[in-house]
């Protein structure tokens, strides 16, 4: 079975939201990258700001389904957080483009889509939290700042839109399992 036009137009919007940014693309590029008019592409969408609350709710909705699971998961918090620091590298890493617009273009969204996404990614950090504050509760983490503690976790794997490459020296899963040893283990001898 083929993509949909939608989905195609979706991808294209991806692409060159990432590539030239969210500003820079204008409708008519996206017609253009699609093969479509102009006036044809508004048969499948409404605007480019429905392009981009789609692409980044898409996005934010990935992260949260995968987390959930995981913390539903009958395992200890140290092999949570393992999964859940393994999933968002290796998500980062095979949707790539898809993550660099949220990451990057989510804040051009009008206030009330902004709005809806930015309690979508909180919901994100609260899952987080919750796995670390479970953890201390357990008496598996040391207590500490579980959303300082987090967002540390989340930046450094969020960076990857900006250094990762397929085919590089370690793949998506062993960059998540490195990053787990370090934020669990630390670097000290």
Request: hydrophobic letters at 40%; aromatic letters at 8%; proline letters at 2%.
């Amino acid at each position: 079975m083929g993509i949909n036009k939608y989905e195609e137009i979706a991808q294209a919007a991806i692409k060159l939201f990432e590539r030239k940014g969210y500003h820079a693309t204008s409708v008519q590029d996206i017609a253009d990258e699609v093969g479509l008019q102009k006036g044809s592409l508004y048969h499948y969408i409404s605007s480019k700001e429905e392009l981009l609350m789609k692409i980044t709710q898409q996005s934010i909705n990935g992260f949260n389904r995968r987390m959930e699971k995981i913390i539903e998961s009958q395992v200890s918090s140290k092999d949570k957080l393992i999964l859940a620091i393994q999933h968002h590298v290796t998500y980062v890493a095979r949707n790539m483009e898809m993550t660099t617009v949220l990451l990057r273009e989510a804040f051009s969204l009008e206030p009330d889509h902004h709005k809806v996404i930015k309690e979508e990614t909180d919901r994100y950090l609260k899952l987080w939290t919750t796995i670390i504050d479970e953890g201390v509760q357990a008496d598996e983490f040391k207590p500490g700042d579980s959303r300082l503690i987090a967002l540390a976790i989340l930046g450094s794997a969020n960076w990857l839109h900006r250094w990762y490459q397929e085919g590089g020296k370690m793949t998506p899963e062993e960059i998540g399992n490195y990053f787990a040893q370090i934020f669990l283990e630390g670097i000290k001898k």
